[in-house]
């Protein structure tokens, strides 16, 4: 049974820094995409970044390029999300979702987020 | 950006009637387009992939069709489960994107 659990979320001030985990099991880890997906409170969904299979590209929105890092640790199966210089507007619940295939950026299995809270 | 737009953005139907949900992008994705349904407190749920070919255990009163720029999801015969929010989602270009969401809900 593929699972995913995030972990890492919580309140953050302006500025700061955070890093999201996303733990996976029942799957080949380094044989699929991963991404991150974050819903702000009473929003829809908005795509955050993606890593390949084998971890070799990376993709990021506009809105968190230069701010956030994704990376995957396939001896821990487990997907990272560095997050700085937070702002308000990245308070969210922050998802992650397995790839359909190594390239394959449609996500059909979700872990149940972990929230986000950038605030002073 | 390809930018999706979703409509309409609330559809209220009763149960067992046909809900239409579109989704129109702003350059051509294909066929690259992803259906999600999501209900409260959940995460999202993959309901078609390649705008038609249906996911694992997704009934058959749902149908995904499209290419280009328009696309469309179709619930033949509401269920009370099928109650929820809608996103599409494209993977033809960077960065992804989804719709901003169909909420179907009980007329």
């Known amino acids: 049974e593929v699972q995913l659990l995030e972990s890492g979320g919580g309140l953050e001030q302006p500025g700061g820094s955070l890093r999201l985990s996303c733990t996976a099991s029942?799957?080949?880890?380094?044989?699929?995409?991963m991404t991150w997906v974050r819903q702000a409170p009473g929003k829809g969904l908005e795509w955050v970044s993606g890593v390949s299979g084998g971890g070799d590209n990376t993709y990021y929105a506009d809105s968190v390029k230069g701010r956030f890092t994704i990376s995957r640790d396939t001896s821990k199966n487990t997907l990272y999300l560095f997050m700085h210089s937070l702002r308000a507007e990245d308070t969210a619940v922050y998802y992650c979702?397995?790839?359909?295939?190594?390239?394959?950026?449609?996500?059909?299995?979700w872990g149940q987020g972990t929230l986000v809270t950038v605030s002073s | 950006e390809i930018v999706l737009t979703q409509s309409p953005a609330t559809l209220s139907l009763f149960p067992g009637e046909r809900a239409t949900l579109s989704c129109r992008a702003t350059?051509?994705?294909?066929?690259?387009l992803a259906w999600y349904q999501q209900k409260p407190g959940q995460a999202p749920r993959l309901l078609f992939y390649d705008a038609s070919s249906r996911a694992s255990g997704i009934p058959a009163r749902f149908s995904g069709s499209g290419s280009g720029t328009d696309f469309t999801l179709t619930i033949s015969s509401l269920e009370p489960e099928d109650f929820a929010v809608y996103y599409c989602?494209?993977?033809?270009?960077?960065?992804?994107?989804f719709g901003g969401g169909t909420k179907v809900e009980i007329k």
């Open positions: 989602q494209q993977r033809s270009n960077w960065p992804l994107t």
């Open positions: 979702a397995k790839g359909r295939t190594g390239t394959h950026y449609y996500f059909d299995y």
């Open positions: 029942g799957f080949t880890f380094s044989s699929y995409a």
């Open positions: 350059g051509s994705v294909s066929t690259s």
